[in-house]
T-cell receptor, first 110, second 112 residues
C-alpha cells in the first residue's frame, strides 16, 4: 500500500519562502504530485514529478528524490492568497489510484 | 473551471436515507475518481472507473456503490446514511496515465 507524511501546519510571512515536505512509502512508484485546496474549494493541480530533480512553475517549485522517498513543494514570494491546504499525492504503479497525504495547512501572515 | 461537473452542490438528508451524487468528467477524459473529504481531513480515495469499468477501489464502505455509464458520467450511491457520512464528496477526472487530476467543485452532504 501507500502512505504519505507531511506536516499538518506551516506558518510563514508574506514575501517569504516556505518549503512543505512530503515523505512517502509505496509498494511501487509512479510519480509525486502536489495539489492546492482553498477552504471550501476543489483541489487544483500544482505540479508533478516523475523523475528526480526540481520542477519549476512560476513561484512554485517541486522537488523529488526517489532514493530518499522524499519530495517537497517550495513556494516563493508568498502572497496572502497562498494561504490554503497543500496535498502531496502518489499514484500506484498501475496508475489507477492516486493517494493523497493528509495535507499541510499553510498560513501566510502579513 | 476544471470542466468537471458535480451535482448536487449541497444535499441535506436524514440518517437511513439514500442519495445519488452525479459527476460529468471533462470532455475526453475516460477516468473518473471519487474521493471523500470529511471536515478538515484529507482526501480519502473511494473508487476509480475507466471507460465504464471499475479499475481500483479504496476503503469504500459496502453501503456505497458507484458506476460509470456509457456516456462516461458517473454516479456515487450512498445508502443507509449515517451521521459520519457527512462530508464533501469530490469527483475527479483525468486523461489516463498522467499525473494530473481535475476535480469538480464537490457535493457537500449533510446527514442529520
Amino acid at each position: 500500500g501507500q502512505s504519505l507524511e507531511q506536516p499538518s501546519e506551516v506558518t510563514a510571512v508574506e514575501g517569504a519562502i516556505v518549503q512543505i515536505n512530503c515523505t512517502y512509502q509505496t509498494s511501487g512508484f509512479y510519480g509525486l504530485s502536489w495539489y492546492q485546496q482553498h477552504d471550501g474549494g476543489a483541489p487544483t493541480f500544482l505540479s508533478y514529478n516523475a523523475l528526480d530533480g526540481l520542477e519549476e512553475t512560476g513561484r512554485f517549485s517541486s522537488f523529488l528524490s526517489r532514493s530518499d522517498s522524499y519530495g517537497y513543494l517550495l513556494l516563493q514570494e508568498l502572497q496572502m492568497k497562498d494561504s490554503a491546504s497543500y496535498f502531496c499525492a502518489v499514484r500506484d504503479p498501475g496508475g489507477f489510484k492516486t493517494i493523497f497525504g493528509a495535507g499541510t495547512r499553510l498560513f501566510v501572515k502579513a | 473551471d476544471s470542466g468537471v461537473t458535480q451535482t448536487p452542490k449541497h444535499l441535506i438528508t436524514a440518517t437511513g436515507q439514500r442519495v445519488t451524487l452525479r459527476c460529468s468528467p471533462r470532455s475526453g477524459d475516460l477516468s473518473v475518481y471519487w474521493y471523500q473529504q470529511s471536515l478538515d481531513q484529507g482526501l480519502q480515495f473511494l473508487i476509480q472507473y475507466y471507460n465504464g469499468e471499475e479499475r481500483a477501489k479504496g476503503n469504500i464502505l459496502e453501503r456505497f456503490s458507484a458506476q460509470q455509464f456509457p456516456d462516461l458520467h458517473s454516479e456515487l450511491n450512498l445508502s443507509s446514511l449515517e451521521l459520519g457520512d457527512s462530508a464533501l464528496y469530490f469527483c475527479a477526472s483525468s486523461v489516463d496515465n498522467t499525473g494530473e487530476l481535475f476535480f469538480g467543485e464537490g457535493s457537500r452532504l449533510t446527514v442529520l
